[in-house]
């Protein structure tokens, strides 16, 4: 009546056959469990043709997409175009809203909320107690340095690339803009890189595996040049941020968050249980 577009509601394994553009919203209402440690809750909008997804917190910010302004002309002309779009639902918030703009006319998609266990969110907890607890022999393993500097060049050589094509491209180019505007455009070209990291197997597998070979020459020689850190200061420094990467990875990887905090206190306790334990013994004596 007031002119407002429908929102549809989401529910969990009921997917949803639309051929027109709509807005939906998630309402969340049960609480985090503790099964739900690696649980996944997760929207996937499959489409026949390209289409574009925008994700917002409440129906207000829905409505407000449909004004036009030069914030929502931005964001719509960041948000990447795809037929398959997953968009991962915060299982801690009460309501997850979306629109769903096509492209093309004749253009059909479903949308399906699911919920599931993930391995991933494991696979991120153990590498976490990995770090952590096996801090201080990495710090010192050649194999480690290595693997770990050819892998930090492979990452940041694609940001210093980035930065080079700002340089040289024409200062009133519009993408120039968006190249020079900070380091969350270049994460954001990242994240992009990495969704459709298949497709460029795929597609472009010989640049690809060209940047490979550079990239990871030039951060072998750099790592062969200046050798593994034999200070032993700086090795404890090494220590001490594997281990903290452990932690966050340790509490990233679980989606219940006092379970997460319950595992970064219950690894702090048994890391370091011989000081306890060593005073104790000391006091009896």
Known sequence: EDGRELVIPLQEGRPLSLVASHHFCYTNTRPPRWH?????????INSSRMIRVIQVDSEE???????????????????????????????YSSKTCLKVELLETGTTYCVLLSRWFDPKLFLVF???LVLFFCGDVLSRSQLFFYSAGISFGLLASLLI????????????????????GGWSFSLYLLQLVFRNLREICSSYW???????????????????RLGPPRDRRTVALLSWGLQLLGLLLLYGGVQVRPVGLAAVLGALCAKNLEYPLGWARAAYR
């Open 36 to 44: 739900d440690v690696w649980t996944r809750l997760q929207i996937r």
């Open 61 to 91: 910010e829905l409505r407000e997409l449909e004004k036009f302004n030069v914030g929502n002309l931005l964001l719509s002309f960041l948000k990447e175009k795809r037929n398959d779009t997953r968009i991962d639902v915060d299982l």
């Open 126 to 128: 153990f590498l976490g």
């Open 161 to 180: 690339l980035i930065y080079v094509v700002a340089k040289v491209m024409p200062k009133r180019s519009p993408v120039y803009f968006l190249l020079v």
């Open 206 to 224: 010989q640049y690809l595996l060209g940047y490979l070979l550079v990239a990871g020459t030039v951060s072998f020689g750099a790592c062969y």
